[in-house]
């Protein structure tokens, strides 16, 4: 019994000496109780952006465009100085095929960080859809120096070059994006025939399966552009050829992603 009694004064005297000392009491789990005024303290402006950074990039994983571009304004106006917020609704705006908004919030986004190799390479994308070849091209090739490695920027800069009838420069960017042989040919004959190149794009689908006989795209894409030749309707040049892209981030591609 007098063990006892000692064992309780003994931490007792503890607790004393931790409470003088000034130790502030933590909950179950080792961490420390926030006081209440840090608790109901309002979010800052950049909490609230990261927030509605989250809750857009979901909208978009759904599919709903709309909403996303919704919850990306309030990051923009919550945290200005960000460009995440103006980039993704440069996107989704290009998705709706709303050129003239997505080409305000590029820009607005390249004002807050003109480094970035990848926003380069979207904007110059964008630009490429739009049949802008020389400012696409720009843009591209800025997005390479920042980043010499970048694939999808070397990717897309040779659809340009393909569609300015620089097939050598093409073939060289499409090889640099980490095609082989064989790929890059059909990512310049799939060019050549959506621009009813017909004789150069049967000349580069021989090339490909020289290159590599066991292609899995290369031979379809040479039956269906003969398909294509042996018809005589007016339209006949306007099938199909994303079946045989790629594609990145919900935007369509061909090899060298």
Not at 13 to 21: I, M
Not at 86 to 106: P, V
Request: aromatic letters at 6%; proline letters at 3%; a neutral charge.
């Amino acid at each position: 019994m007098q063990r006892n009694a000692v064992c309780w004064v003994a931490i007792f005297l503890a607790g004393c000496v931790l409470s003088s000392a000034g130790c502030q009491f933590q909950g179950i789990h080792g961490f420390k109780r926030e006081p209440r005024e840090v608790r109901d303290r309002p979010l800052s402006g950049r909490q609230v952006a990261d927030v509605q950074l989250t809750l857009a990039r979901s909208l978009e994983h759904r599919g709903e465009m709309e909403q996303a571009i919704d919850a990306y304004q309030i990051a923009v106006e919550k945290d200005p100085k960000r460009a995440t917020g103006y980039w993704r609704m440069a996107i989704l705006q290009d998705r709706l095929g709303k050129i003239e908004e997505s080409k305000a919030m590029y820009q607005a986004a390249l004002k807050r960080d003109s480094k970035n190799s990848d926003l380069l390479c979207d904007y110059g994308y964008s630009l490429y859809l739009q049949r802008r070849w020389a400012e696409s091209e720009q843009q591209l090739k800025q997005a390479i120096v920042l980043n010499p490695r970048h694939l999808r920027a070397h990717n897309h800069l040779g659809l340009v070059l393909a569609q300015t009838e620089q097939s050598e420069a093409a073939l060289a960017e499409f090889r640099k994006a980490g095609c082989d042989s064989a790929e890059a040919r059909i990512n310049l004959a799939l060019v050549m025939t959506l621009n009813h190149r017909w004789d150069e794009a049967r000349e580069q689908y021989e090339l490909a399966l020289d290159a590599n006989p066991d292609s899995a795209t290369a031979q379809p894409g040479l039956e269906n552009l003969e398909a294509v030749l042996a018809k005589t309707e007016p339209n006949a040049g306007t099938f199909r050829m994303t079946s045989l892209m790629r594609s990145a981030d919900g935007k369509p591609e061909v090899f060298g992603k």
